[in-house]
């Protein structure tokens, strides 16, 4: 059975950092693209950042571009979310989800974790 | 990227049929057949429900069904029953190897 389960949420000021952890199993992790894809309260889904099987290539929504960094350790089936510089819109419920692929394009997400909570607040 | 349009709302009876619908771009629904949705109940992650477009994944029911014609995709749930009520989104791939999603649609069973 495939899981994923999202730790390292909280409550943090602005300008502060977070970093976020997904442990998987159930599945071959090293040979998945993975992504993080979050959820502002009450709004709908935001694609965040993937990453390629091996860590070699990576993407970023373009208001996180320089202060989030996404990466993996396929040793111990694990992701990151490194979050520098938060601001208080970055305020979401940060999913995991097993990313699938269709030649150079990113399709959709067949498996998500339960999410953590991240706050950015004074 | 602009998030795709849905409709912010649908409802519908016991056994009746419901589409949702999803319109983007050429850069995205319109460009690829890399259309998924999503169904999410209220405090719970997202499950996939259509990939592709047309795809169920296994487990999926077959009252579950997608299409798509042009820039706008759509998901049809027929026979709807009260566990359908809930959160829908639909995502495409971009041109920019990107995903965008829309807004959402909240489904009521009536």
């Known amino acids: 059975e495939v899981q994923l389960v999202e730790s390292g949420g909280g409550l943090v000021q602005p300008g502060g950092s977070l970093r976020l952890s997904c442990a998987a199993s159930g599945f071959t992790f090293s040979s998945y693209w993975m992504s993080w894809v979050r959820q502002a309260p009450g709004k709908g889904l935001e694609w965040v950042a993937n990453i390629k099987e091996d860590g070699s290539e990576k993407y970023y929504v373009d208001s996180v571009k320089g202060r989030f960094t996404i990466s993996r350790d396929n040793a111990k089936n694990s992701l990151f979310l490194q979050m520098n510089s938060l601001r208080a819109e970055d305020t979401a419920v940060y999913y995991c989800?097993?990313?699938?692929?269709?030649?150079?394009?990113?399709?959709?997400?067949?498996?998500w974790g339960q999410g953590t909570v991240v706050t950015v607040s004074s | 990227q602009s998030a795709l349009t849905q409709p912010a709302s649908v409802s519908g009876s016991p056994g009746q049929s419901i589409t949702i619908s999803c319109t983007g771009t050429?850069?995205?629904?319109?460009?690829?057949?890399?259309v998924s949705w999503y169904q999410q109940h209220p405090g719970k992650a997202p499950k996939l429900m259509i990939y592709?477009?047309?795809n169920r994944p296994s487990g999926v029911s077959n009252r579950f069904s997608g299409s798509k014609s042009g820039n706008t995709a759509s998901l049809t749930i027929s026979g709807l029953q009260a566990e359908d009520e809930a959160d829908y989104y639909c995502?495409?791939?971009?041109?920019?190897?990107?995903?965008?999603f829309g807004g959402g649609t909240k489904l009521t069973v009536l």
């Open positions: 995502g495409s791939c971009t041109s920019s190897s990107t995903v965008v």
């Open positions: 989800a097993r990313a699938r692929w269709s030649g150079s394009y990113q399709a959709f997400f067949d498996y």
């Open positions: 050429s850069s995205d629904v319109g460009g690829y057949n890399l």
């Open positions: 592709d477009v047309t």
